[in-house]
């Protein structure tokens, strides 16, 4: 489920943020409202006060701001079922915002192995893309 085109601004939810770290958050606390397990990943290079630099970032480029883990349930018999983990990975934008190479191909590759990848402008976006899944 890769999706990278811009919002559309009506129907979107009251939280308005002015930088996209702020969207993070705000992302992340719906998510989190929502009984989705998720937290913000960080891809860049951190600063090292001792040294007054920033040490050099050694992670996978393009990985998306927010990972997470969506529970889905198979019942097989009315007693027995089994519970998975289905990777959440959402790239989020400010609305003039537009994903780069590195983060289009970690979204495809999300979405190739079963994962659940978005790209989002808006808290009501990430709402809309989420009520597929069951999450509203």
């Known amino acids: 489920m890769t999706a990278s085109g811009p919002p559309e601004a009506k129907g979107d939810a009251a939280v308005k943020a002015d930088t996209e770290s702020s969207l993070v958050k705000a992302c992340l606390d719906w998510l989190q409202l929502h ?31 927010i990972l997470g883990l969506v529970e889905w349930t198979t019942y097989f018999s009315a007693d027995v079922r089994s519970v998975y983990g289905i990777l959440l990975a959402v790239e989020v934008k400010m609305p003039e915002g537009r994903l780069t190479k590195d983060q289009e191909a970690f979204l495809d590759e999300v979405n190739r192995r079963g994962g659940i990848a978005l790209c989002v402008h808006s808290v009501g976006e990430l709402a809309e893309k989420m009520k597929p899944l069951g999450v509203s």
């Open 35 to 65: 009984g989705i397990l998720a937290w913000r990943s960080n891809n860049v290079g951190v600063y090292d006060p001792a040294r007054r630099r920033f040490r050099a970032f050694r992670g996978r480029k393009g990985v998306s701001d």
